[in-house]
């Protein structure tokens, strides 16, 4: 007996080693991954722009679109990280994507605690197994976007929100809580808090439990300091650019979800999808997991014992369903969204997983696909063998032909064109602009779809050169 107790514990420490090889290896092949591709349009592109110009005009309040252009679509947080990046290290892809790798490594520290606070350390390693070989986690702490940090900022109310109900520590965690709605308001907006509000209220009505839940929030001193951190900035975005408040609030948090296909969008085109999209984005998103997650509530509520009552007596089960599925019950009837909303929900996802099961081959099986995946994919993008919209390969990252030469583009600049230009690629859109340079006497570079080349290549191939060109667009060299 103690024999068969022995191979137990050496097969358990084998499994829990190679998970904590496949953690690292996972979070090493993201981060090497950081600055081996350009940054992608349009929504990477267009942040590390807007950082980029932040960081160069100084002008931390308002994020801006281009130059002077106000970009009201969302709060400047994960600008401003950006933007403290280029200030301190230099602008490059590394140096825009790695505050946002550093939020999802923040958030792992928070689910490897709150799941060891629940169960054991064991637990606690499986919870990041889970999280960082999740394909839409592993992807989304390595791009500039607003997602990672809305996940850190979801998962620091969420945790502390239990720890202040559970442990009646109004003190530290209680404020906490309100830290982290302020952080989703600088984030994301008031969404933030919607996603959190839905997951507290299901919960609270499911476990019976709603006034004790509400009266367990130190309110009025969280209150206080919730308005105090976030009206500084609302209050100067609004003096600054007037009318911001009016588009942000109705527009980006009303209409943008409730009306199908959305015309006042000033930043880009509407998402639209069918309803209850979201659901199959969280299954592909939260993959392998999702699988595994979705087998485990079947069971529970089969009747089937899962492992840990301790935690299901707490009542920790149904508080991290709720969790995990109130981004699907926020856009469920959503008509516009991308399948990165469902990521609010995965620190929930890997934390009732880990408490549920134990770690076995077959996860760190999962994992590796995870892995072999992640590096598939970083390898394809690195040698172009899937192709990546980003003007990056068609100036250069350092820009390295003449910086004195004007630069247009025709009809169309992506946001990768301004923000590996440095801000110099100008916009052409009218015939007569192109005449009068081509009849100056003064160079100038023209960037052109292939297909609008071949409409004016007899105009153009008198006075311009080819200088470069990738899948999409020439770059000529003109006078």
């Not at 099961?357 to 970083?378: D, R």
């Not at 801000?423 to 960037?447: P, Y």
Request: aromatic content about 12%; proline content about 4%.
């Amino acid at each position: 007996m103690v024999k068969l107790d022995n191979n137990n514990d050496k097969i358990s420490m084998s499994l829990l080693y190679w998970a904590t090889i496949l953690i690292l290896s996972l979070i090493a092949t993201r981060l090497i991954s950081l600055g081996l591709f350009p940054l992608y349009d349009t929504t990477e592109a267009r942040y590390g722009e807007m950082a980029r110009i932040m960081a160069e005009t100084n002008n931390w309040i308002t994020p801006q679109f281009d130059y002077n252009v106000p970009f009201w679509g969302k709060p400047p947080f994960q600008t401003w990280l950006s933007a403290l990046s280029f200030s301190w290290f230099g602008v490059s892809e590394i140096t825009a994507r790695i505050p946002h790798f550093f939020c999802g490594l923040i958030t792992c520290a928070l689910i490897f605690r709150f799941t060891k606070s629940l169960t054991n350390n064991n637990s606690a390693i499986f919870s990041l197994l889970i999280i960082t070989s999740s394909l839409g986690f592993i992807l989304a702490i390595g791009m500039v976007m607003t997602d990672s940090a809305l996940l850190m900022a979801n998962t620091i109310a969420m945790v502390s929100f239990w720890q202040c109900y559970r442990q009646k520590d109004k003190a530290l965690s209680g404020h906490l809580f309100f830290v982290a709605l302020a952080l989703g308001m600088l984030i994301k907006g008031p969404v933030a808090v919607v996603l959190i509000g839905i997951a507290l209220v299901c919960w609270s009505v499911w476990q019976k439990c709603f006034w004790d839940a509400i009266k367990s929030l130190p309110w009025l001193s969280g209150m206080l300091l919730l308005l105090t951190l976030i009206l500084p900035w609302y209050i100067a975005a609004e003096i600054r650019t007037p009318g911001f408040l009016e588009y942000f609030i109705l527009g980006e948090h009303i209409q943008r979800f409730l009306v199908s296909g959305w015309q006042g969008d000033l930043y880009g085109s509407a998402h639209v999808k069918p309803r209850g999209m979201i659901w199959l984005y969280w299954v592909i998103c939260a993959c392998p997991w999702s699988f595994i997650a979705l087998g485990l509530i079947v069971k529970r509520y089969r009747g089937i014992t899962l492992p840990h009552s301790r935690s299901q007596t707490l009542g920790i089960n149904k508080y991290l369903i709720c969790w995990m599925i109130s981004p699907l019950l926020l856009f469920t009837l959503a008509g516009n969204i991308l399948p990165i909303y469902v990521l609010p929900g995965f620190s929930a996802l890997a934390v009732l997983i880990a408490i549920n099961s134990q770690l076995k081959k077959m996860h760190n099986y999962l994992a590796s696909f995870t892995l072999v995946t992640i590096i598939s994919i970083v390898t394809l993008l690195n040698t172009r063998v899937i192709s990546n919209k980003s003007e990056a390969y068609l100036l250069g990252s350092d820009r390295s032909f003449k910086q004195n030469v004007q630069l247009y583009y025709w009809k169309k600049r992506p946001f990768s064109a301004q923000f590996y230009s440095k801000g110099q690629a100008q916009l052409l859109d009218d015939a007569k602009q192109i005449n009068n340079l081509l009849a100056s006497n003064d160079g100038f570079l023209l960037a052109i779809k292939r297909d609008d080349f071949e409409v004016l290549q007899n105009k153009l191939s008198t006075v311009c050169l080819i200088e470069k060109q990738n899948e999409a667009r020439i770059l000529l060299k003109c006078n």
